[in-house]
């Protein structure tokens, strides 16, 4: 009886192991096992950042990077091509270097601006001035002649360079309070000052440089420690260069005490009219319904302050990385899965607006958009952006993602639409379901995003890795989901800021002729 008893419990067991093998999906099995026994990140990542370096639309880099992602996704065997969108204004950075001659001799930390125009070899001499408290319009133009010859600090002095959470860990609470509190006066002196010249921070750059100035001098604090936020430059003849926080500090406390520090810029780049814009689209056909399409999304440009690593080089990581494993363990999906790199995201999600305006049967075929942006964590929050119907399916896709990977994942559904901010957006307005796979901060907003500390060595690669299965397998599903997904929209919410209802966005133009002054 008990040899008995126990051949029915080992006839048991085999029975339960061998259907739960079976309940295991083969394809979901080695798009993990591919990722994490064959991860080809940390090489890409290192190709990308590091050979390629920033890709700021418009430059030489921006177009070997499309090149390359075109020569990577065939060397894996799945076709991929670049499409022209535009053209826009011509650049390459050259040389960099910001001395300060007078009242001593020191190097600073800094940069030119992307777009700044050129210096020559020698560079520019000059005394630095600061701009003068006004009280209206016609004070402010009274003064500009004093900004001939000169060159000029825009931005506001940071009364400290300590991010508020060291205040917060070491200061006492009344002398936290009390910085934030003269902080908050001196940024509304500030805004108020700048708005009584008449001007912006657009316009007013241009009115110094017509007014004679031979330089701008700017410092945008990224409220973290050794972080600037690196954009354009609107002067059309004259540098403009971003100082690091320690540096412009010191040098705006020298013009107030009378000392008149002098430096000499050095910063070369070369115009070379308009060049050609492009985004990068591969694609693995789909077998039985090719014209219904999953869609990979990551907008492939940057801003240079830094190499572009978590704004967006992991966001296009985690795609590249999703379709190399897709071709290998899912290489006739049913449906088309394509893939996005766009490029001049960053001046307005030009590259997906084109693409949507541009490939209205692809929109019309779209199952599902997945787009990841904003930084090297794993994704953390998905929402249904306001498709009525989007937990029906997206929730049974979710599903079938190992536990240890959305068990980090809060969703919200239906959710609402994006009107901008990152490529989804694009798609959403078209009416096509669209989801954003938004990351864990790791800092970004403050120490990455926009900064000249967005380099290789802040990429978080286990996340990174966590993100790229997320996707393939979000990818498998939509492919292999019985039935086309629903596009109905839900009623969207009264607005906080409003008090009126929400409406769907508008599909929008994108800007094919830019960076022209």
Known sequence: MIRKTSLLITL??????????????????????????????????HQLMDGIGPRLVGTPQMKNAHNWAVAKYESWGIPARNEQWGEWKGWERGISHIDMVHPRIQSLRGTQLAWSPSTSKKGVTAELVILP??????????????VKGKLVMISMPQPTGRPDYNWEEFATEKSFEKMKKERDEQNDAWNQNIRNTGLNRRSLPIALEEAGAVGIVASYWSRGFGVNKIFGAYTKEIPTVDLELEDYGMLYRLVESGQKPELRIVAESKEMGKVPTFNTIAEIKGSEKPDEYVILSAHFDSWDGGTGATDNGTGTLVMMEAMRILKKAYPNPKRTILVGHWGSEEQGLN????????NPEIVNGVQAVFNQDNGTGRVVRISGGGFLDSYDYLGKWLHEVPREITSEIETTFPGTPASGGSDYASFQA????????????????NYTW????DTYDKIVFDDVRNNA?????????????????????????????????????TPRSPERDGGQN
């Open 450 to 453: 926009h900064t000249n500390r």
């Open 430 to 445: 078209a009416g096509a379901p669209a989801f954003s796979l938004s990351s864990l901060s790791w800092s970004y907003w």
């Open 469 to 505: 299965i997320l996707t393939a397998i979000l990818a498998y599903m939509a492919s292999e989901h019985p039935e086309k997904t629903s596009r109905e929209k839900a009623v969207l919410p009264i607005s906080n800021r409003t008090g009126e209802q929400l409406e769907w966005p």
């Open 133 to 146: 408290t006004v009280s209206d319009s016609l004070e402010f133009v009274n003064w500009l002649p004093n």
């Open 351 to 358: 590259g997906s607006r084109a693409f949507v305006e541009d």
């Open 12 to 45: 048991f067991l085999i029975s339960s192991v061998s259907l739960l093998a079976q309940d295991k999906d083969a394809v979901i099995e080695a798009i993990i096992e591919e990722a994490n026994e064959n991860s080809q990140l940390e090489t890409l990542g």
